[in-house]
């Protein structure tokens, strides 16, 4: 089993920065697929940005140039850097995780549309974002 665990959420102006930490362990792969998506209550889930282990990135139009997917080095680290924060990006992120490399095929560029299929994910946090 792979148990994600996210961290650095908060509550910030609108303008502000924010940077969520999600630690993989486990039965850790090692190739897989991880991302982030949101979800608002009373909405659906939403795809943030994904990568596949070869450092390939694909994220929402919505985020595009405001929000940066990175690991460390070991790749069980995964980072959302979030700049730029807006109120309609207030939400619960959680982290997911797959080992089935389909859903981050590099030559689909929206793959991050995956993420909500993704087979592990953590319990989130919350960002809020006020104007």
């Known amino acids: 089993k792979v148990n994600l665990v996210e961290s650095g959420g908060g509550s910030v102006q609108s303008g502000g920065s924010l940077t969520l930490t999600c630690v993989m362990s486990?039965?850790?792969?090692?190739?897989?697929?991880m991302g982030w998506f949101r979800q608002e209550p009373g909405k659906e889930r939403e795809g943030v940005g994904a990568?596949?282990?070869?450092?390939?990135?694909s994220y929402s139009d919505s985020v595009k140039g405001r929000f940066t997917i990175s690991q460390d080095n070991t790749k069980a680290t995964l980072y959302l850097h979030m700049n730029n924060l807006k109120p309609e990006d207030t939400g619960l992120y959680y982290c997911?995780?797959?080992?089935?490399?389909?859903?981050?095929?590099?030559?689909?560029?929206?793959?991050?549309?995956?993420?909500?299929?993704?087979?592990?994910r953590g319990q989130g946090t919350q960002v809020t974002v006020s104007s």
């Open positions: 997911a995780a797959d080992e089935r490399l389909n859903l981050c095929q590099y030559y689909n560029r929206d793959f991050y549309r995956y993420l909500t299929e993704y087979k592990y």
């Open positions: 486990g039965r850790v792969y090692t190739d897989y697929c």
């Open positions: 990568t596949d282990s070869d450092g390939n990135r």
